[in-house]
T-cell receptor, first 114, second 113 residues
Framework: SQQGEEDPQALSIQEGENATMNCSYK?????LQWYRQNSGRGLVHLIL?????REKHSGRLRVTLDTSKKSSSLLITASRAADTASYFC??????????????FGQGTILTVHP | GAGVSQSPSNKVTEKGKDVELRCDPI?????LYWYRQSLGQGLEFLIY????????KSGLPSDRFSAERTGGSVSTLTIQRTQQEDSAVYLC???????????FGPGTRLTVL
């Protein structure tokens, strides 16, 4: 079953604009990770944010986490055509039996027009 | 350094045949995970290895699926008597320790005719 639900399912913007994608989840987490996928193949890791963190930055990426609302957001600033991809959030559930296995959302398809 | 590699990149097989998929994790990574991605089910966890043992096999969809890991490194996922619903992209990931960042391989696209 999919723990994370992402919103929107698809996002179309112009180069230079910012893109915001949201992820909601149901159960307590140890950490939440964001990935990018091009052409339905390998996943590229973007950012890992732990449950005791509220915000992380990496280059043009900013991730926030609100554990009280069980939600996270990924902001891509000054988007480029090369950012066109599917973006997934994945949660690592809290508790000793999860061992770090990730539960993925359905993803957001981002299209950036030149 | 080298990332996670998987082979073959594509596999086409006939229904009822057995297939083996291989994953070479990043050197030194103790944790290894298999996932699969299909149109109808999205990305699903299959199995987790810590060293050579598999404490969590909860995602394997049936007893036709098995996996092993040898030498704390290479892992193979075997699907016996393949069915058309097994068609998917099978992804392998490794992390230095459990609960660290997982790095994914390029995947094996399996097509069962």
């Amino acid at each position: 079953s999919q723990q994370g639900e992402e919103d929107p399912q698809a996002l179309s913007i112009q180069e230079g604009e910012n893109a915001t994608m949201n992820c909601s989840y149901k159960t307590s987490i140890n950490n939440l990770q964001w990935y990018r996928q091009n052409s339905g193949r390998g996943l590229v890791h973007l950012i890992l944010i732990r449950s005791n963190e509220r915000e992380k930055h990496s280059g043009r990426l900013r991730v926030t986490l609100d554990t009280s609302k069980k939600s996270s957001s990924l902001l891509i600033t000054a988007s480029r055509a090369a950012d066109t991809a599917s973006y997934f959030c994945a949660t690592d559930g809290a508790g000793g039996t999860s061992y770090g296995k990730l539960t993925f959302g359905q993803g957001t398809i981002l299209t950036v027009h030149p | 350094g080298a990332g996670v590699s998987q082979s073959p990149s594509n596999k086409v097989t006939e229904k009822g045949k057995d297939v083996e998929l291989r994953c070479d994790p990043i050197s030194g990574h103790t944790a290894l995970y298999w996932y699969r991605q299909s149109l109808g089910q999205g990305l699903e966890f299959l199995i987790y290895f810590q060293g050579n043992s598999a404490p969590d096999k909860s995602g394997l969809p049936s007893d036709r699926f098995s996996a092993e890991r040898t030498g704390g490194s290479v892992s193979t996922l075997t699907i016996q008597r393949t069915q058309q619903e097994d068609s998917a992209v099978y992804l392998c990931a490794s992390s230095l320790e459990p609960r660290d960042t997982q790095y994914f391989g390029p995947g094996t696209r399996l097509t069962v005719l």
